[in-house]
Each structure stands twice: as C-alpha cells, then as structure tokens.
C-alpha cells in the first residue's frame, strides 16, 4: 500500500526524486565542448580561473540559475547558448566525479 502511494505522489508530482535528470556522458560532453573546462578543468576540480565544481554541495536549481545569471562573476550562458537540460546533463557529470581522497590516505602526504 506505501509503495502505490508513493507511486501515486510520483505520478501527479506532488513527490520528485529530483527536479532534474542529467545525463553524465551527455554532460561531459557538453562540458567539454562549452569550454567550461578551460576554467574549470577537465575534472570540474577547479583552475586558475575557475573554482572547483566536481561533487558540489549546491543544488543542480541554483546551479543552474547561476549559469544563466552570473553577475559578472563568470561570462553569463543565457538559455541560447546552454539550455537547463544541458546544465543538467553537466550537473550529472560534474557530481559523477570521484570525490578527492582523504590526505590521510595518501602515503606520500603523510611521511614523518
């Protein structure tokens, strides 16, 4: 019975399990040939121009609307030059990313 009304919230949107379904690949993808890389690196890890995107904490929404409308913080993507579904799909591969390893993990970091 919990799952039919479950089921029934996902039908009539009252339930989502997320506002967004991005594609990875697709997003890869697009983040490449966008030219995001070029300041955000290949990875979403960061650059010098850019911060790091990869695993973040924001919410694809806000992701999305920054992209859109930056405030001069980064060259504005109006929705002609990057659409919400590819901003999802790059959503998708920026959190698809391996998150960074614990320095304590790293043999090298850790030498006494």
């Known amino acids: 019975m919990k799952t039919l009304f ?6 009539t949107g ?8 991005g594609d990875a690949v697709k ?3 697009t983040f490449v040939g966008k030219g995001c890389w070029q ?7 960061g650059g ?17 609307s920054f992209v859109h409308n930056t405030n001069g913080i980064m060259p504005p993507f109006s929705e002609k030059l990057i659409s919400d579904a ?6 998708a591969y920026l959190q698809s990313r391996p998150k ?6 790293i043999p090298l970091l850790n030498l006494k």
């Open 14 to 21: 009252l339930l989502a399990t997320s506002a967004f379904a």
């Open 100 to 105: 960074p390893a614990d320095p304590k993990t």
């Open 39 to 45: 300041c955000h690196g290949y990875e979403g890890q």
């Open 86 to 91: 590819e901003l999802s799909d790059i959503y």
């Open 27 to 29: 997003g890869k993808a």
């Open 48 to 64: 010098s121009a850019g911060p790091r995107l990869a695993n973040t904490q924001l919410p694809e929404d806000a992701v999305i």
């Open 6 to 11: 479950t089921l029934s919230l996902l039908a």
